[in-house]
């Protein structure tokens, strides 16, 4: 094993694709309301944010509030809201310094008007930095995501724009929020649930997943590394032999 603080990373994950759970029960466990475990995990995306962009991850995926997350109580829903309109407005800067792209991946439209326009403007602010996208997934839900798809492609059809017969893997990929971007190699969960929770099933295929207990306000740079450091020890072999993938 090596120590905690300076894991061996072998291989540095292109895409990195977070569930970022564990919230609630960390501030229940405190005796804290749930926001109070919400407001700590603010904390833990900015230095996972930070680290991801110092060891050179290109594409970052955060899913912050899923299409299902609005049936929680109306009270969490708008803390949550509240929330992530003041981390777009404090981490501007710091994306700019970053060069950190932001985009939203998700149901946009549902989002409250004054958080829409804090996104759009940071989005706009950020459209000329390339040296990490980070993906933010807001009222996103990967079966959602899937239909849209599927209606605009069967609207191209329809429209005679595009045959059946040329529909593809790619026209697909490319019809989705993520269209453009390489699809994740490392899907990271905390919290100690097993599960996608509808998060990006197209591009997930074949990602190398890696599930935590630590909840994710504790979830931190060592805690990230050490995710890194395993993505490295993993053979992905796309189908193909180990042999085959040996001999290059
Ligand atoms: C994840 O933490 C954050 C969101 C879904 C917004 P949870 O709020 O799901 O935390 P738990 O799973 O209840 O502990
Ligand atoms: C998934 O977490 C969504 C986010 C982390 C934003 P949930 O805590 O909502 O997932 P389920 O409903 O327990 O599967
Ligand atoms: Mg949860």
């Known amino acids: 094993m090596h120590a905690a603080s300076s894991p061996d990373i072998r291989l540095v994950p292109v895409h990195v694709a977070i569930v970022m759970d564990g919230n609630g029960r960390w501030a229940e466990e405190r005796k804290r309301p749930r926001l109070f475990g919400h407001k700590a995990g603010v ?14 991850v290109r594409h970052l995926t955060l899913y912050a509030f899923s299409t299902e997350n609005w049936r929680r109580p109306a009270f969490e829903v708008k803390g949550l809201m509240t929330l992530l309109k003041a981390y777009l407005q404090s981490e501007l800067t ?39 996208t980070l993906n933010l997934a807001l009222s996103y839900g990967s079966r959602s995501e ?4 599927v209606r605009q492609l069967a609207g191209k059809c329809a429209g005679g724009e595009l045959a059946v017969r040329d529909l593809n893997e790619e026209l697909v990929a490319s ?6 971007q ?3 190699d490392l899907f990271i969960r905390t919290g100690g649930e097993r599960r996608l929770s509808n998060f ?10 890696y599930f935590t207990d630590i909840k994710w306000p504790e979830f931190g740079r060592e805690q990230f590394l050490e995710a890194i450091a395993v993505y490295g020890t993993r053979q992905r072999r796309f189908g193909k032999t180990g042999a085959q993938l040996r001999q290059g």
């Open 43 to 56: 904390d833990s995306v900015r230095t996972v944010v930070e680290t991801a962009r110092e060891i050179g």
């Open 182 to 184: 390489p699809d994740p």
């Open 94 to 132: 710091t994306m700019l310094k970053n060069d950190i792209h932001l985009l939203c991946i998700g149901q946009q439209d549902r989002l409250p008007a004054d958080v829409r326009k804090t996104l759009d403007m940071v989005m706009a602010k950020t459209a000329h930095c390339s040296s990490m």
């Open 200 to 209: 990006l099933l197209w591009q997930l295929s074949y990602a190398e997943l």
């Open 175 to 180: 019809h989705l929020y993520t269209a453009g």
């Open 146 to 149: 899937i239909v849209r798809a």
